[in-house]
């Protein structure tokens, strides 16, 4: 934990409680672990949205559907579908 023993610890914790006093250090306690909560909650949403956004880039780009090739003057299976056929009645 931060390469913090537990005797570093100890003294860390007396210390506060000389400081503050019985009365404000459960307090103070309780807004640091709420904090620490709202911090962990923000890190993991930001973390969350990063993996989102790596997995989309992961992604290949989606090819659009093209439209089919216009004829060319040389085709003779495009000439042959628009030729229409003379009326025999």
Same mark, same amino acid.
């Given at each position: 934990? =931060?390469?913090i023993g537990m005797p570093e610890l100890i003294v860390i914790l007396v &210390?506060?409680?000389v400081v503050l006093g @019985? /009365?404000?250090?459960p307090e103070l306690a309780r807004q640091i672990g709420k904090a620490m909560a709202e911090l962990r909650r923000q890190s993991g949403e930001i973390m969350e949205? =990063? /993996? &989102? !956004?790596g997995m989309l880039d992961d992604e290949p780009p989606r090819r659009q559907k093209?439209? @089919?090739? !216009? @004829?060319?003057?040389t085709d003779t299976t495009a000439d042959a579908s628009t030729k229409t056929e003379p009326d025999r009645s």
């Open positions: 934990m =931060f390469g &210390v506060a409680l @019985p /009365q404000r250090l949205e =990063f /993996q &989102v !956004k093209s439209a @089919p090739p !216009k @004829p060319t003057p």
